[in-house]
């Protein structure tokens, strides 16, 4: 194990290029002047993604010469090594929304060194929400500390989820899942941004979230804050995650997790299909 990169450095040079992405972003937004690409039937990209990215590459490029940069965008980066010094981006997260106009987006961004989340930021521009974690440090949400929820029964918990760019093809579809969930709990969301989902159960608007088929960019930021919170992150098995591209997690407040998971293995015994 190798001497570990400034913490102070780590958080300065991340909190300056989530800025920077969200002032490109607040402007197309507002503007609404920006242009879509499909990357697939239901998956698309801006030209407002890749100008948030360029200027987030370029930041931490300029304080950190020789670290890995992993973004969603930049397909190039994909087969790079998650071992550290990594910086794991997702410069617009919640695209769909964005597109639309729907004001519920953000900037993510993890930091990952000898093989372990050390630092994740999660901004969202248009309620100035800021969430930091640093490995052992807790969490915060604009300089205050946060923490999970205390509910204790899946009945009374408000949980939230997503769906796949490809659910219209596969039976890994998570209807099947999301059915059995929303009726056992008092409700489930589904607001299109992963990393705000696991923002949200750190601070406790949520109590639990699941998701299929998620990237490393999608959860190396808010992982991190869920567990500072105090919440517990695992896969649908219920083992801890060290492969950021497992592709499935459970994130919770720890005391409903095994509830969930129980039932998310229940409802992939028999999945539910639209065709």
């Known amino acids: 194990m190798g001497p570990m990169t400034d913490p102070k450095l780590i958080e300065k040079v991340g909190i300056q290029a989530t800025e920077r992405a969200a002032s490109i972003l607040l402007r197309h937004h507002k503007n609404r002047a920006f242009t879509v690409q499909y990357k697939g039937d239901v998956n698309l990209v801006t030209d407002a993604d890749l100008e948030a990215e360029k200027a987030v590459i370029e930041t931490i490029r300029e304080a950190f010469p020789s670290h890995v ?150 959860i190396a930021a808010g992982m991190l804050i869920v567990e500072e919170a105090g919440g517990t992150v695992t896969d649908f098995a219920g083992k801890r995650i060290e492969d950021l591209w497992c592709g499935e997690l459970t994130a919770s407040n720890g005391i409903i997790h095994s509830s969930m998971n129980a039932l998310i293995q229940k409802a992939q015994k028999t999945p539910l299909s639209v065709k």
Not at 120 to 142: C, D, K, W
Not at 155 to 171: E, K, P, Q, W
């Open 69 to 218: 940069i992993l973004s969603e965008e930049n397909k190039n980066s994909h087969n790079e090594s998650l071992d550290g010094p990594v910086w794991i981006i997702d410069p617009l997260d919640g695209t769909t929304n964005f597109s639309h106009g729907v004001p519920h987006f953000a900037v993510s961004i993890g930091f990952r060194e000898n093989s372990q989340n050390q630092f994740g930021i999660v901004y969202q521009p248009v309620t100035h929400e800021m969430f930091i974690a640093h490995r052992g440090q807790g969490s915060f949400l604009n300089g205050e500390k946060i923490n999970v929820s205390k509910t204790k029964e899946i009945n009374r918990s408000l949980i939230v989820t997503g769906f796949a760019y490809d659910r219209r093809d596969s039976v890994q579809n998570n209807l099947s899942e999301f059915c059995l969930i929303e009726m056992s709990c008092q409700d489930v969301r589904r607001f299109g941004a992963a990393t705000l989902d696991l923002c949200y159960v750190a601070c406790g608007r949520f109590d639990g979230y699941w998701e299929h088929k998620l990237s490393a960019w999608d």
